[in-house]
């Protein structure tokens, strides 16, 4: 693990949001599993959705890289050590190349991993060629792999677009507009993006259509020798110690569809900190289990209202955990969870569990998105926020997080008793101490 590992690695991304970035990876992902290669997949930036269809695409757990919210030190120990557990390792970037200050490109360049532009085609003939020589040169010295376009029409479509590059090594293939059962979305949406793979029954078989699909391309018909021209040599990192800090302590933590949230990382930190973690299912019915601490962390509660609100003896053991003087750190939907009440857009209202004064009102339009950062006594915790609903409490607030790249004030943390709670997602390995703060 000391020595650099080489392997096959491609950074996919894209103009902008929406040119099928996701369905190309996790096809890519899907194709090469299936022929037995051991796949690696990671999402850039701040995503808990897509990773669900790249897990399932490649069999392995999906992680998140990250210039800023997770830092290059972390992003490199991250790649060496998939590099030295696979035959192909992919990363799924985030919006356009070049959007942010900490760019997919960005991420490309320092690490050396070529860039696969997957090109929405649908509208689109020879300029193409125009968009992927823009892509290509517009940055010196940025590691290239070529273009795929996505969406196309049939044969002539695809040969029209081939034909508008000036360099012909850049063309990896075409993929015909790909679409799921009943002619919609092959991988469908709703607000905070793609419905998660283990809510559609069929999302194997999906994931299977894009990966036969891709298997026609030149990309899709590489086989391993064919691979080694994106090989990348990645460096090892060392990684600093965590302290057990909380050596002896259980962290229950929601898990189901209502708190569906999690980064792996998060929890493996919970870990390396010393803690027990054990996790539990509000909407199963199942009770709060012996703990020291207790993590609800984002997801759907908007969505599960009813059954949560419902659940009287869970409600019950939640407040003789703050009632003792035990923490709660409550994300975004955990901390919705925790209101009073919610007010849904089609005019209805549902009562929470009403730990936290107050009500959220979920609406159409975006309420918060970025990354931002929590200073607290121990440490600094990098994350991020992004909800649809807003919170309108009494809760006094306890600090706010600050956004990343001007430090202006940004999501409140209330702290009510034991309890804290924001809409502010937290990144653990940003701050092991700043974590184990939150717990105690």
Not at 271 to 291: I, K, M, W
Not at 299 to 321: I, N, S, V, W
Not at 387 to 414: K, L, M, Q, T, W
Request: hydrophobic share 50%.
């Amino acid at each position: 693990m000391n020595a650099p590992a080489r392997c096959p690695a491609l950074v996919l991304s894209a103009l902008a949001s929406g040119q099928g970035k996701t369905t190309v990876t996790a096809a890519l992902a899907r194709l090469h599993a299936r022929q037995g290669r051991r796949v690696r997949v990671f999402k850039c930036g701040p995503d808990y959705l897509d990773p669900y269809w790249h897990q399932l695409a490649s069999g392995a757990p999906v992680e998140q890289l990250d210039l800023w919210m997770t830092g290059p030190e972390d992003c490199a120990a991250r790649l060496h050590a998939a590099a030295c557990a696979a035959d192909l390792v992919l990363v799924e970037g985030v919006m356009g190349l070049f959007d942010g200050a900490d760019s997919v490109a960005d991420l490309a360049q320092r690490f050396g991993i070529p860039v696969l532009a997957v090109v929405d085609a649908r509208a689109m003939g020879g300029t193409l060629g125009a968009v992927a020589h823009g892509l290509k040169t517009f940055r010196p010295g940025l590691p290239w792999a070529g273009v795929l376009a996505n969406g196309v029409a049939g044969a002539r479509h695809a040969q029209l677009l081939q034909e508008g590059l000036p360099d012909a090594a850049d063309w990896l293939g075409a993929l015909p507009r790909l679409a799921g059962a009943g002619g919609g979305p092959l991988l469908p949406e709703r607000h905070l993006g793609l419905v998660a793979a283990h809510e559609l029954p069929d999302a194997l078989a999906r994931l299977d259509a894009a990966a036969d699909a891709l298997a026609a391309t030149p990309l899709g018909q590489m086989d391993a020798v064919a691979l080694q021209r994106f090989a990348v040599d990645f460096a090892p990192q060392p990684q600093a110690a965590v302290a057990p800090l909380l050596a002896g302590r259980t962290v229950a933590v929601a898990r189901d569809a209502a708190f569906t949230f999690i980064y792996p990382a998060n929890v493996r930190t919970l870990e390396q900190l010393g803690a027990r973690v054990v996790f539990f299912s509000p909407l199963a019915g199942e009770d709060l289990p012996p703990c020291d601490a207790l993590w609800l962390p984002g997801g759907y509660p908007e969505l599960h209202a009813e059954p949560l609100a419902t659940h009287a003896r869970l409600q019950q053991d939640l407040r003789a955990h703050v009632a003792a003087g035990k923490p709660v750190w409550a994300e975004c939907g955990g901390m919705m969870a925790l209101a009073e009440a919610i007010d849904l857009p089609d005019g209805r209202t549902l009562p929470l569990w009403g730990l936290l004064p107050g009500r959220v009102t979920q609406q159409q339009r975006l309420a918060g998105l970025g990354p931002q950062e929590l200073a607290l006594p121990a440490g600094v915790l990098r994350g991020h926020t992004f909800h649809y609903s807003v919170f309108d409490s009494p809760a006094p607030i306890a600090c706010h997080a600050h956004r990343a790249h001007d430090g202006a004030a940004g999501e409140a943390v209330y702290r009510q008793g034991s309890i804290r709670a924001s809409y502010f997602h937290a990144w653990f390995a940003s701050s092991p101490a700043a974590t184990a703060e939150l717990f105690t």
